[in-house]
């Protein structure tokens, strides 16, 4: 239901306040070192391979592409519903920037990869990748009506939203505040964003047209 959706989406909104004024405050920052040094000294081959592969899954460029693909998919089965959910994605890019300005949080100061020369709160990566797969997965599950299949689609989309989050603290480039905030961010938008296709169920309108062309 779209209350359940807006509930969730607000107890996310309010987490995200709450870390974010911990970060400002510096609370964040003895867990945030602990786990930043636990991941470079338990670093192995496998998991470096698997964490660059992982993290290109919320860039700008890839993130992207999926959405335009999909966007391209949406329109042409007459789904305009759709690409206005995808719209999350790409206000999740600005308010993140927006959001790095306000907050001046500083990365972390070793890491496998180049940093950016942005700043670390929140999470880019972390909040598109949220606000990108778990949008399609909720939207996907809203068309499926077994429960099994469901909550696959949903955990799916969540587990590639995580694995994102866990691939920048892995590399060095966040700390695990900057990317739970990103997380935190981008589910609360794809929870409203999805809703917004699926208060009603995907091809109940092409259903009722047949019905309605056979009367």
Avoid: C
């Avoid at 959706?5 to 920052?29: E, P």
């Avoid at 992982?54 to 519903?81: F, K, M, N, Q």
């Avoid at 939207?139 to 590639?160: D, H, K, N, T, Y």
Wanted: charged share 10%.
């Amino acid at each position: 239901m779209m209350a359940d959706a807006r509930r969730g989406a607000l107890v996310l909104l309010a987490a995200f306040a709450a870390l974010g004024a911990a970060v400002a405050a510096g609370w964040t920052a003895p867990l945030d070192q602990a786990v930043a040094v636990a991941a470079a000294t338990h670093r192995t081959p496998l998991q470096s391979a698997v964490a660059i592969n992982a993290t290109a899954l919320g860039s700008g460029p890839i993130v992207l592409l999926i959405a335009l693909l999909v966007a391209a998919y949406a329109i042409a089965s007459a789904r305009p519903r759709i690409v206005l959910a995808l719209s999350w994605t790409l206000v999740a890019f600005l308010l993140d920037n927006v959001l790095k300005l306000l907050f001046h949080h500083p990365r972390p100061t070793v890491a496998m990869i180049a940093l950016p020369d942005s700043y670390s709160f929140p999470s880019g990566h972390a909040m598109a990748a949220s606000a990108l797969y778990v949008t399609l997965a909720l939207i996907a599950a809203g068309a499926e009506r077994r429960v099994g299949p469901r909550r696959l689609l949903i955990a799916s989309g969540v587990v590639v939203a995580l694995l994102v989050a866990w691939s920048r603290v892995y590399l060095g480039v966040h700390y695990l505040s900057d990317v739970t905030g990103g997380f935190m961010l981008g589910a609360a938008g794809a929870l409203i964003a999805a809703r917004a296709v699926t208060a009603n169920p995907v091809g109940q309108t092409d259903r009722q047209g047949l019905s309605d062309s056979g009367a």
